[in-house]
């Protein structure tokens, strides 16, 4: 019997060889086991993923996922909630604000990686830069291309009940001029296709002139946990300002695989021939082309503007992205 005045009174001898002990034994067993199965798992994954050469694939993949699930899931909010909710779930500025945490978030994910491009178009810019294998361009948008077109499923799959449910002023719930906007940028009807590709032009333009500012070593460089950050408020930046004539898709993953996920879901080939789009029936390729042609553009101006006038003794090289500035004379 324990002493009256010991303080282990009325608790268990954790300490003893008895039960408790054994049982501890036990857990810490299994935990080490646990732990040992993991790593293997672990190893063989990582050596899977290595012979097939799929690490950045699989990166840049989710990256654009994620952008595009959070960004298309805040325009699915905004429409749907209009009508198929008594509740306002948002506005323009929501969708500007997810597809800007969406940037910021695929960008944590990813940019240790391959620095997140998350966009064709990003892509195209790097690999002029000398920033990026070309190799590597054509596996960087296939698997931003899944990314977009996974995201597009799964908001399906989370919103199909409210697409339905959706009051459409007499048009199919699966049509253009009703939900189409979800997963696809369109056109105002007042849009010409001149001032639809400029405007895409120059969104992507400002895009990638902004992305090196914050990532050139030479100049101004964001400090690393930054990054992320200032590309989302980039993005969500020029979603304020232009993205009123066609949603500023400035992403040709973004637009084009979500549209070609409506199209073989219900929405129709509509999508590609658009019969509503009043001046541009064959918009399609505008959000596919445009930010391509904006993003080579913004890449030769920041060079002759910009990087080539760094001065010599405060030029920075970066040896470990294997990138060293032009010199100026």
Request: net charge neutral.
């Amino acid at each position: 019997m324990a002493d009256k005045d010991s303080p282990r009174k009325g608790r268990l001898d954790f300490d003893s060889g008895g039960r408790n002990a054994s049982t501890d034994h036990f857990g810490s067993a299994a935990i080490e086991g646990f732990n040992k199965y993991r790593a293997l798992a672990a190893s063989v994954w990582i050596k899977f993923i290595a012979v097939i050469h799929a690490r950045e694939f699989l990166a840049e993949m989710f990256a654009t996922f994620l952008l595009v699930t959070i960004g298309n899931g805040a325009v699915a909010q905004v429409i749907l909630g209009a009508t198929a909710s008594s509740f306002d779930f948002g506005s323009q500025l929501s969708i500007n604000l997810g597809y800007g945490l969406g940037g910021m978030i695929g960008a944590f994910m990813a940019g240790g990686v391959t620095g997140a491009h998350m966009n064709p178009a990003v892509t195209l810019a790097m690999a002029l830069r000398g920033k990026l294998n070309w190799l590597k361009v054509i596996p960087y948008w296939a698997a931003q291309l899944l990314g977009a077109f996974l995201s597009s499923v799964m908001i399906f799959g989370v919103y199909q009940d409210a697409l339905y449910a959706v009051d459409c002023h007499g048009s199919a719930q699966l049509s253009v001029n009703c939900t189409g906007g979800i997963f696809a940028s369109y056109p105002q009807p007042y849009l010409s296709l001149g001032t639809g590709f400029m405007d895409q032009f120059f969104g992507t333009f400002l895009l990638l002139l902004g992305i090196f500012g914050i990532t050139d070593v030479n100049n101004n460089e964001a400090k690393q946990g930054m990054k992320p950050v200032l590309v989302g408020m980039l993005i969500t930046a020029i979603g304020l300002s232009y993205g009123l004539n066609c949603g500023y898709a400035i992403n040709p993953a973004r637009d084009f695989a979500p549209r070609l996920f409506t199209a073989i879901s219900g929405w129709g080939w509509d999508v590609f021939v658009c019969e509503e789009c009043a001046h541009i029936r064959q918009w399609w390729w505008v959000p596919v082309v445009a930010p391509l042609v904006g993003a080579a553009t913004a890449t030769l101006v920041y060079w002759l503007l910009i990087e080539v006038l760094h001065p010599k003794d405060k030029t920075k090289k970066n040896e470990e992205e294997g990138y060293t500035p032009v010199p100026t004379a």
